[in-house]
Each structure stands twice: as C-alpha cells, then as structure tokens.
C-alpha cells in the first residue's frame, strides 16, 4: 500500500512538472511569434514561476483524474496482465485529456489551460498522462527485468 | 404585479476602509434581468439593455415595457447578448440610437452594432434597424465581447472589442478587430484619418486590449478614458491614443487563472502602460465622467469608485456602495445629472446614487 501511495504521488509529480514545463513553453512561444524576444534567464524565471504557481494547479487536476484512470486501468490488466504497463499508460493519457474536457466544460472560459488551445498543445499535455501512467506502473509493479536492474550486484 | 416601487433606500456606505464613502441610492426599476446599460430619455424614463435579450423601457414612475426590435442574429448566452444601447449626439432631432450585440451562433460569433430609430412616444419600438458594424473574424465560444461604445466630439463611434478569450493573441494583430477598440462613422464607415486604414481593418484606432468593459469621452480634457479586465489581476485604466498598443497579452500585470504567466512583461517598448492597474482584479465594468473624477463599478468587487486627477495620475478618491453586496454592471451620469447604476443579477436593478460629501 506504502509502495502504491509513493507511486501515485510520484506520478503526480512527475507530470505536474512536465506539463508545466510543456505549457510554459507553449505560452512563451505564442508570444516569440508576436516577435517578443525572450532571453533565457527571463525564460528560466517564468518556469519557475509557474512550477510554483501552476504546477499545483495542475497536480490538482491530475489527482482525481489519475486515481479514476488507474483503477480503470487495474481491472483491465486484471483481465489482461501481459498489457498492464499498456494500460495504465494510455489509462493516463486518455483520462487527462477527458478531464481537460471535462474542465473545459464546467469552466466559465472556453479552455482554462492556455496549451491546450491547439491540437498539438492538446495532446502534449494530455501525454503527461501516460507519462503519469507510466511512472506509476513503472515504480508499483516494476516488470521483472527493471526489478533485477534495481538489486544490488 | 408592479415589482418595485419607488422608494428611497438610505445606504450608508460606512466601512471600516479609510476610503469607505457615503452614498445615498434610490431603486428606480428592480427585477431587470442582468441589465447592462442604460440611457435616460430626453422626454423622460430610460432605456435598459437586459443581456438575455430585452430592451426594457423604464418610465419615469419605474413602469417597465419591453420594446420591440428586430434582431434575427442575436446570440445570448453565457457573456453573449444584448449589450449597449447609446442615444445619438442629435437624438432629439434625429431619434436615433446604437445598439451593440453579439450576433451570430455558438460556433461562430461576435460583436455587432445597428443603427435604429425609437419611436416617437410609448409604447416604444425600434425602426429602420440597420448594421453598421459587425466585429470580424467570427469567433468560436461565448466570452470577451467588450461592447461598450462612446461617441466622439466628430460624431464618430468608438466601439471596444473583447479578444473572445481563446483568441488572446490577435489582439496584437491589424488583420482582425479582436482585442481592440474600433471608430467608425455613423453609416459605418471606417474614417479616412484612423490609424490603420491600409490593412484589412481599417476600423482599428488602438489595439492589445482584452475585454473593454469602459469606454468614455472626457470632452473638457479632450481624451477618451477606457478600462479593461485583465485576467487574474491586472485589470486597467488607460487613456486611448489613436495607434496604440496597450499591450495584451505581451505586456500585462495579471496572470492566467491557472497560475501561469500570460507574460513575463509587464512593460515592453512601445507599449502605453496603464494609468491605473487593479491587482488583484475588481473587474471594472462601467466607466462614467462625473465632476471631472471617473466613476468606476465593479463586478467582482462589488463597489463604485471615485477616482481623481491628481498631478496627472488617477488616484482613488472614495468607494461606496460596498453594503449592496452586489455586482455592478455599469455606472452613467445622464444628462440630466443623474449618477444611475445597474446591478448585475437576474433580479438586478437600476438605481440612482448621490454622494453624501
């Protein structure tokens, strides 16, 4: 269970900060095509700010939407344990990019995260999903291989 | 069964907040369905937008009709519908009003404007209506129309523009009129002496705003004053010169609902600053001269604010209304003197405010 937990919050995490990162690009992008220039330290703060400020943000709605994904994906595997990696992957991904619909839906504004304005962005970030997925299935039930490169020699 | 009547409500504005002010506030229509201008008559009573779609005729004894009008294209929902209704320069004359709207359908919408004439006495109608401008490109989604108008000392129309929320980028753009603040005449002419005549919208006399939600003409200062949302903080008061830029969303005090930076700017060369920033948001939405000062509502903020000219800058003089607990539509000084504001609800109303100082 102790395992399960650090797993799940790892997953968090991790795609907590790679879509910050991904959308932070994005946003930074929309404005070098308005010929901003953007130098790196400037570039570098506003990472940061948003790890800091959307990073949570995100994390909240990766929580409720990777706990559902991933028990989804759970019984599945449980039907076919050979695809379980496969599953919590794209469990994760697909799952994400629903709550982004799901958001968008019930939020006032067209689309609340600014990335997802474009198909690209879209499914950049709904892909921190599986990347969650991943991460999750990837520390909980290491396949057998990934277990003995962790032993000691 | 009459809903209102027409009493008088003392409500001291006395908070605990050094700038708290005294007003008095008269209801002089109430059950409106989130009114969003109003216009007094010169014969007496008022005209009334509702955003769901209705143009509601107040007499002066607070008796409400709802005028008819014909205007196939409107789209009301969510931030979409009917929005202002401005008197012509020469309405006693002329009879003549605009009226700005969102037309079109869910997927592809925007801001428009007719012409029309009111009737010459109750029950009221509208006549020769006519489209002088329609806001392009159409745009998916329901947010971020602007809308608000003023009339210029030429007789022109400025008429402000919302960037429609997704599309916060084109309001740094001179092909489309998102994000900006257009003039056209009264036929609906883009006039040869505004700033971007040779590109594909001639209209444009400033660009890089958000959501216009204030927009008037100082005629004693000759300057036009306008405020707009930012999005989380940074909502502001600028002083619209023809030409520029003010900076949405490359240069902007506030940040993105979800925490991110729109910009890490909050000034870039070339770009006017604001005169007066609102962080964290009120979401200012009324806009009137009064006195010399600005008179400013507030959605979100739920208030009236008095700000002054001091040495040039804008410096808040007072607050009232703060013990409504409402949101605030928009604020008017009529012709007549009167400071009228609208309350923003499904039962909202128009009131009358007079400053106790």
Known sequence: ?153 | MKQFIISLCLVLSTTSAALAGTARTEILADNLNFPWSVAELPEGGFLVTERSGQLVFVSATGDKHFIEFDLPDLYATAQAGLFEVLLAPDFITSRELVLSYSCGTESANNTCVVRAKLSLQPPYSLLDTQNIFTALPKKEGAAHYGARMTWLADGTLLIALGDGFVYREQAQKIDNHLGKIVRITRDGEAPEDNPFTHSKAPEIFSYGHRNVQGLIYDAARDAIWQHEHGPKGGDELNKIVKGGNYGWPIATFGIDYTGAKVSPFRDLPGVKPPLYQWTPSLAPAGLALYEGDLLVTHLAGKRLQRLCLVDEQWQLEGEYLQDLNARLRAVYVAPSGRILVLTDSAEGQLLQVSFED
């Open chain 1, 1 to 153: 269970m102790v395992r399960m937990f650090i797993a799940f919050l790892c997953a968090v995490i991790g795609a907590a900060l790679v879509g910050t990162v991904i959308q932070t690009q994005f946003n930074l992008a929309e404005l070098t095509a308005l010929s901003v220039d953007i130098d790196m330290s400037t570039r570098m703060a506003t990472i940061l700010h948003d790890l800091l400020h959307f990073g949570p943000v995100f994390a909240l709605i990766l929580t409720p939407t990777l706990l559902i994904a991933f028990i989804v994906a759970r019984v599945l595997s449980h039907f076919m344990p050979r695809l379980e990696r496969a599953w919590f992957v794209v469990g994760g991904g697909v799952g994400l990019a629903c709550a982004f619909m799901v958001v968008d839906s019930l939020a006032p504004m067209p689309t609340l995260i600014a990335a997802n304005r474009t198909l690209l962005g879209f499914l950049l970030m709904s892909a921190t999903g599986a990347f969650a997925g991943w991460i999750f299935d990837r520390l909980w039930h290491p396949q057998p291989q990934e277990l003995a490169e962790e032993l000691p020699q």
